[in-house]
């Protein structure tokens, strides 16, 4: 019978086979259930969580079975709109519970996506339609293909699971800090998309929503950029963090929606090596613990404005992601084995709806299109194009004129003022916060250092309201807003569970 040893540790060149031995004598056999590396000691130890099994004994495979739900004759397809992790998750789960829907992406394939995207990071042409935040894998895509969450839920093994079975590394389900790289995880969507496919899932890529399709107070289907109606038995809407077309869309129909609070900020850039010293110190380089990471934060308890670090890329690269020409927008992304000389992370401020905008339901939206405008203006009044605009740390800190790094981005930078672009009150909060950081990871504040900007895309600042038992529009049956761009999650995982929890829920009022 099998047994479970958690929290065991193990030094970085020692064995895990000999300390089960010590454990459990005679075992057959083990997997890993959790790992992580604990580095607060003077010497870094692996901390995992073992279940070990009896000679002979069988390693139970778990294959996340989902029952099939009793779909009545002549059902119309659930309408899926977006093709990024919810999308993607929503549809898989419908197609697997036997619930037949339509899945409408307005950019192109993954591979076809590419292209359009190194276009724009090489020479400033930007797709509209296929970039960074917008075609199939969606914004989950180009990122560190981190599936780190704080969220609790039953789904999240299903979920790593159907990865894995798609061609994500094994360990991502049992890692603290799990991560497919942005290489890999382009090679798990087109098997995805070929297993909705065969399970009859019709997906039409390059096909733009522009909106709904209302009965009274009921959505009924969906309306193409083309002029063509799709009908539908319900919507799932998973558009992403940067469709505002479409938020727009609502608001002017009646649809029930919200401010919500966000972050926005600038995204800091250091030399690998350097962090690798300051959380592994005299074990930095071991070639058992590859890159590090860290998480940062700082909060001010009289104001309530929180400043922490953000998809923090070790070994990675600050990509421009941008959905409009005349904007710049900053974010990490890392490959799989994280061998970029530089790792960067966001460092943004917390920013309460209410506090900064009131009732003004678009005022997040706009605040930080604002800032992207200005992002594109600094650059150009520089004699920049669509490169990055980029300070120094130290100066940044200091408030001054300088040159800037060599870094990773593929767009190249240009030296700017960033402590003139974003608000004082935040770039105050920013200072504050770094000497901080500073405190907590000495040599934070490096003359290696350098900031990009601007880091506005964390989340979206707009929630479509739903009721939190069935998951649709508190204002429009059969509507089920879902994912970052609906207000509801927050990175991969998350978003990808709740398009699982939306399709769960639609399976429910099938039967």
């Not at 119309?76 to 697997?96: I, K, N, Y």
């Not at 780190?148 to 999240?156: D, E, V």
């Not at 938020?247 to 919500?260: C, D, I, N, R, Y």
């Not at 070994?315 to 409009?324: D, K, L």
């Amino acid at each position: 019978m099998s047994r479970k040893f958690n929290d065991i540790k193990i030094g970085l060149d020692s064995s895990l086979e000999e300390k089960l031995a010590l454990l459990a004598p005679g075992f057959g056999s083990f997997r890993v259930l959790r790992k992580s590396v604990d580095a607060r000691g003077r010497v870094p130890l692996w901390v995992m969580s073992v279940e070990v099994f009896d000679e002979g004994e069988p390693i139970p495979v778990e294959d996340f079975e989902v029952s099939k739900a009793k779909v009545p004759t002549g059902f119309a397809p659930v309408l899926v709109v977006g093709a990024g992790p919810a999308g993607l998750f929503s549809a898989l789960r419908l197609a697997e519970r036997g619930i037949s829907c339509k899945l409408f992406e307005q950019g192109s394939k993954a591979t076809e996506r590419m292209r359009a995207i190194a276009d724009y990071w090489r020479y400033g042409r930007l797709n509209r339609k296929n970039n960074v935040c917008f075609g199939e894998g969606g914004a989950g895509l180009y990122s560190d293909g981190k599936l780190i969450t704080r969220i609790k839920s039953p789904h999240i093994p299903y979920v790593l699971n159907r990865l894995v079975k798609f061609g994500a590394p094994e360990e991502i389900e049992y890692l603290a800090n799990p991560h497919v790289g942005s290489d890999k995880i382009r090679k798990v969507i087109p098997p995805l998309r070929e297993h909705l496919i065969k399970l009859g899932v019709e997906i039409c890529f390059d096909t733009k929503v522009v909106g709904l399709n209302y009965s009274g107070s009921s959505v009924a289907g969906v309306v193409l950029e083309d002029g063509r109606v799709i009908e539908g038995s319900s919507v799932i809407l998973a558009t992403g963090h940067s469709a505002t077309d479409i938020l727009e869309h609502l608001h002017l129909s009646g649809v029930a929606m919200e401010g919500k609070s966000f972050a926005l900020g600038l995204r800091i850039e250091h030399p690998q090596k350097q962090i690798d010293q300051m959380q592994y110190r005299n074990f930095a380089g071991h070639p058992a613990l590859g890159a590090a990471n860290y998480r940062l934060t700082d909060h001010d308890h009289r104001s309530g404005v929180g400043v922490y670090s953000f998809c923090m890329c070790p070994g990675g690269y600050v990509i421009s992601s941008g959905t409009e020409s005349d904007g710049i927008v900053s974010n990490g992304m890392s490959n799989y084995a994280r061998n970029s000389p530089y790792a960067n992370a966001a460092v943004v401020v917390s920013m309460d709806h209410q506090d900064h905008f009131g009732d003004d339901l678009f005022g997040g939206l706009k605040f930080r299109r604002e800032l992207e405008i200005r992002a594109k203006s600094m650059v150009v009044a520089k004699g920049g194009e669509w490169q990055f605009p980029a300070q120094r740390v130290l100066d940044f800190m200091s408030g001054r004129v300088g040159e800037s790094l060599k870094g990773s981005s593929p767009s190249g930078l240009v030296a700017c003022r960033l402590d003139q672009l974003l608000p004082q009150l935040m770039v105050k909060r920013l200072r504050s916060s770094l000497e901080r950081f500073d405190d907590k990871m000495p040599g934070f504040l490096s003359s290696e250092a350098q900031l990009y900007g601007v880091e506005s895309r964390t989340s979206c600042p707009v929630r479509v309201i739903r009721d939190p038992e069935n998951l649709q529009s508190v204002s429009h049956q059969g509507l089920y807003p879902t994912g970052e761009g609906a207000g509801y999650a927050g990175g991969i995982t998350s978003a990808a569970v709740d398009g699982v929890r939306v399709a769960d829920q639609i399976a429910k009022t099938v039967e």
